[in-house]
């Protein structure tokens, strides 16, 4: 049988068994003296590294300043994905020309791991700052054009013929008929799409940049300091889950303005 | 994005060369004839099929293209059947017992987070360049989507559903076999699906970082040398795999359930 909810302080005193048991595990097999502190190191280590790295400048700057530079590449790529997936999406759903014309070169690219694209990246944009937004775009495209287009293919044709009809030009009636009844689908698909950009942002900084916060990671791993690689680890950890709140609001927001 | 339905087979496979057609014409126009696109940055039609030769039948980057997709191919199926296997245990217990849930809760809201690729440092400092660190980096990304889409597959299984169960006193390893698994099971596959997904686009990240063969590493030496055509070639590899993959896993999920209709 399915078992009813646990009472709520029986609820957290599992889970701090849990996160207890974890953590005394990981410091004991730190602390056991079977390898050295720098290769694991306790907890407690990797939050002083990571205060550290926050003050500090490592490989070139603080935590902060690789957020920073993260985050500014993130915004780029994720924002290019949002201007192209968008517009050709509703264009696709309203003329199937176009739809006919993209979707197999799309199905096509989509199946290309947007990692895959480093090489390209590196040699058409270089490490700066383009070549990690094109890593970063090829992740977080694919589901705002798919979420786009599937939002706009259900709206009723009825609304689109009746503005259509009321002398609305082709391109009013994508603006303020279409564009308005996709909004809950794209930012849907806008959410998907921060996560998977997120992502491969991580592996394009490994890769192709020279700051960031993947960046550090790799600069970490060289000195083979894994509490600086984990600090890196728990940053990007916080920030996607930041950034995956913020739109997670603007969804709830919207739905319910909506009744949805 | 769904080709219409209702026109026969031979109209659909004719618009399907014809767009193949004018997809290479458009290609050996841009590249090669009209030079558009510079040959430095993307490779005319030929240069592709040349490196394609090359790697096939000479080799490239300590290896022929078999050889790379061998090894590929073989690492992400060992370590996502090792880490599905594994996710999906956890997230069915998750599912049906309450304690199991709130002890394993704290740590996996704290791995949750973490992208797949960013193991891939960790991996490096811990194991190497080796085939173990691949295999912890492929088992970190297949883990997570498995273990949530296990979870939540025993929570979308009606009420009802376990009324009948209970009534019929199904109890132990009945209870699993015929009630929680195949009431999870769609959930289950979706989860897998991802965690595939997840764990081939890591490895080929981590062969990229750093490897001896595979097709990452196709692509890195590829970069390192300047090679368009042969960046082109080890990109296909990398999607036509990962298709193949997919469709094998979709032909077992139909297998599987074949009281299922998949669209």
């Given at each position: 049988?399915?078992?009813?909810?646990?009472?709520?302080?029986?609820?957290?005193?599992?889970?701090?068994?849990?996160?207890i048991g974890f953590l005394a595990v990981w410091t004991s097999a730190a602390l056991s003296g079977l390898t050295s502190r720098d290769f694991l190191p306790t907890p407690w280590d990797v939050l002083q590294r990571f205060m550290h790295l926050v003050r500090e400048p490592f490989s070139g700057a603080t935590l902060g300043m690789h957020l920073l530079s993260s985050l500014q590449r993130f915004g780029m790529g994720f924002g290019l994905a949002a201007l192209v997936g968008v517009p050709l999406g509703l264009l696709m759903a309203r003329f199937r020309w176009l739809d006919r014309l993209v979707t197999p070169a799309f199905e096509a690219v989509r199946f290309v791991a947007p990692i895959a694209w480093v090489p390209f990246a590196a040699l058409w944009f270089g490490t700066g700052i383009g070549g990690p937004v094109l890593i970063i775009f090829m992740g977080a495209f694919p589901p705002v054009l798919i979420n786009t287009y599937r939002g706009a293919r259900q709206v009723d044709l009825k609304?689109?013929?009746?503005?259509?009809?009321?002398?609305?030009?082709?391109?009013?009636?994508?603006?303020?008929?279409?564009?308005?009844?996709?909004?809950?689908?794209?930012?849907?698909?806008?959410?998907?799409?921060?996560?998977?950009?997120w992502q491969s942002l991580v592996g394009a900084e490994l890769i192709v940049?020279?700051?960031?916060?993947?960046?550090?990671?790799?600069?970490?791993?060289?000195?083979?300091?894994?509490?600086?690689?984990m600090s890196g680890m728990l940053a990007i950890g916080v920030v996607g889950v930041i950034i995956d709140a913020a739109l997670r609001r603007v969804q709830l927001t919207i739905e319910t303005r909506r009744g949805l | 994005?769904?080709?219409?339905?209702?026109?026969?087979?031979?109209?659909?496979?004719?618009?399907?060369?014809?767009?193949?057609?004018?997809?290479?014409?458009?290609?050996?126009?841009?590249?090669?004839?009209?030079g558009v696109i510079s040959p430095a940055r993307f490779p005319p039609p030929l240069e592709a099929y040349g490196a394609l030769r090359q790697i096939v039948l000479d080799g490239y980057s300590n290896g022929r293209l078999h050889d790379h997709v061998l090894r590929s191919v073989v690492l992400v199926t060992m370590g996502f059947v090792v880490a599905s296997a594994a996710g999906v245990a956890l997230g069915l217990a998750m599912g049906a017992s309450r304690v199991v849930e709130a002890v394993a809760n704290p740590v996996f809201l704290l791995l949750r987070p973490i992208p797949p690729l960013a193991w891939i440092p960790l991996?490096?400092?811990?194991?190497?360049?080796?085939?173990?660190?691949?295999?912890?980096?492929?088992?970190?990304?297949?883990?997570?989507?498995?273990?949530?889409?296990?979870?939540?597959?025993?929570?979308?299984?009606?009420?009802?559903?376990?009324?009948?169960?209970?009534?019929?006193?199904?109890?132990?390893?009945?209870?699993?076999?015929?009630?929680l698994v195949p009431g999870a099971l769609p959930s289950i596959f979706t989860g897998l699906r991802l965690s595939l997904q997840a764990s081939w686009t890591t490895l080929v990240a981590a062969e990229l970082v750093g490897a001896i063969?595979?097709?990452?590493?196709?692509?890195?030496?590829?970069?390192?040398?300047?090679?368009?055509?042969?960046?082109?070639?080890?990109?296909?590899?990398?999607?036509?795999?990962?298709?193949?993959?997919?469709?094998?896993?979709?032909?077992?999920?139909?297998?599987?359930?074949?009281?299922?209709?998949?669209?």
């Open positions: 049988m399915l078992q009813p909810r646990l009472a709520t302080n029986r609820w957290l005193q599992l889970s701090a068994i849990g996160a609304y689109i013929e009746a503005a259509q009809m009321l002398g609305a030009s082709h391109w009013r009636a994508m603006t303020q008929v279409m564009l308005p009844a996709t909004v809950p689908s794209i930012v849907a698909g806008l959410r998907i799409s921060a996560g998977l950009g940049a020279s700051s960031g916060v993947g960046y550090l990671m790799v600069k970490g791993q060289a000195a083979i300091s894994t509490a600086t690689v | 994005m769904k080709v219409a339905s209702g026109q026969p087979w031979w109209r659909a496979l004719l618009t399907t060369a014809l767009a193949l057609a004018g997809a290479l014409a458009a290609w050996q126009l841009l590249t090669a004839t009209w991996a490096i400092v811990w194991l190497g360049l080796g085939d173990a660190a691949k295999m912890m980096v492929i088992f970190m990304a297949a883990f997570v989507p498995s273990v949530i889409n296990s979870y939540t597959g025993v929570r979308q299984i009606e009420r009802p559903i376990f009324e009948a169960a209970a009534m019929l006193d199904a109890r132990g390893v009945r209870y699993w076999r015929e009630v063969a595979g097709l990452g590493t196709i692509l890195n030496q590829a970069a390192q040398d300047i090679y368009p055509g042969m960046i082109v070639v080890g990109m296909a590899s990398v999607a036509l795999c990962g298709w193949i993959m997919t469709q094998g896993l979709g032909w077992i999920e139909r297998r599987a359930m074949p009281w299922r209709v998949v669209h």
